[in-house]
């Protein structure tokens, strides 16, 4: 009965693990909502106009006069944002290094 059970318990976790190796592999090229990234054929730069917090009107002829980042948040995000607050925060400390 001992063999019975090992055997089961070994297909279940075989079954999970090869379940989780799919979905990472499907999930590595895609967002959190699950749209794909890689060649997705989206455009990245180029012009653009957004609303400040002071209601003014900012485009990139504003802001981009030096390599710059610019980030959307998440409304709730637990997980995600302080992840996002650390890359983010390594990148404007690798670019103050280089100068920029």
């Known amino acids: 009965m001992t063999k019975l ?33 890689a060649g997705s054929g989206a455009a990245i730069g180029g012009p653009f106009e957004l609303i400040a917090s002071d209601g003014t009107t900012v485009t ?4 981009i006069d030096r390599p710059a980042l610019v980030y959307f948040g998440y409304t709730f995000c637990p997980d995600v944002c ?18 920029f």
């Open 5 to 37: 059970y090992a055997g089961v318990a070994a297909v279940v976790l075989v079954a999970i693990l090869s379940g989780t190796y799919v979905l990472t592999a499907q999930m590595a090229g895609s967002d959190c909502a699950g749209n794909s990234l």
């Open 60 to 63: 990139e002829r504003d802001v």
């Open 82 to 99: 302080p992840l996002d607050v650390a890359r983010n925060s390594l990148a404007v400390d690798l670019l103050i290094e280089q100068g």
